[in-house]
């Protein structure tokens, strides 16, 4: 705890797959209501006093993954559908990606967040992407060789289904 998390719910955490002495801990609040501020630091178990970083977030983190390849890249999910990349290496506090201009953006709180490592094809088929599931019901890959491209991997659609009554 630090005075900048104070009344404030840790909504999700993840420990760095290479740097083992950092986590990331996502806080904020999600009212349908009232929609404030989020807090995202990044803890270091050499210093559990303070956090190393302290980033503002427009919402509530929702989800949050660091990356494999890229250990200083901090993937996190916001409780209004927004995808954001931090590098926690640089001194800027500001996300280094970001979809909210992104026309495919999430409508509803990314709820997961992961970074999987592709091994099949060549060039750019190869590599790391990112892999975001929302309560709109689409799973998507983002790509950050060419800014921050997505592409729906699954769409779920809800279907009413009206009971039909039995007569006995």
Not at 149 to 156: I, N, P, V
Request: charge should be neutral.
């Amino acid at each position: 705890a630090c005075p900048d998390t104070k009344g404030k719910r840790v909504n999700s955490m993840g420990w760095n797959k290479v740097n083992k002495d950092l986590l990331a801990v996502g806080y904020g609040d999600y009212d349908h209501n009232t929609l404030g501020k989020g807090i995202l630091c990044v803890w270091s178990i050499k210093n559990p006093e303070h956090p190393e970083r302290i980033y503002e977030t427009r919402c509530a983190v929702t989800s949050l993954d660091f990356s494999m390849g890229h250990p200083n890249l901090l993937a996190v999910g916001l409780y209004d559908g927004t995808v954001q990349v931090f590098n926690i290496r640089s001194t800027v506090n500001s996300p280094i990606l970001d979809s909210l201009e992104n026309p495919n953006k999430h409508l509803s709180a990314v709820w997961e967040l992961m970074w999987v490592e592709r091994d099949k094809g060549t060039g750019e088929e190869k590599g790391e992407v990112l892999i975001s599931g929302s309560g709109d019901g689409r799973i998507t890959q983002w790509t950050i060789r060419k800014g921050f491209e997505s592409l729906d991997m699954l769409k779920l659609k809800r279907v009413n289904v009206a009971k039909q009554s039995t007569a006995a």
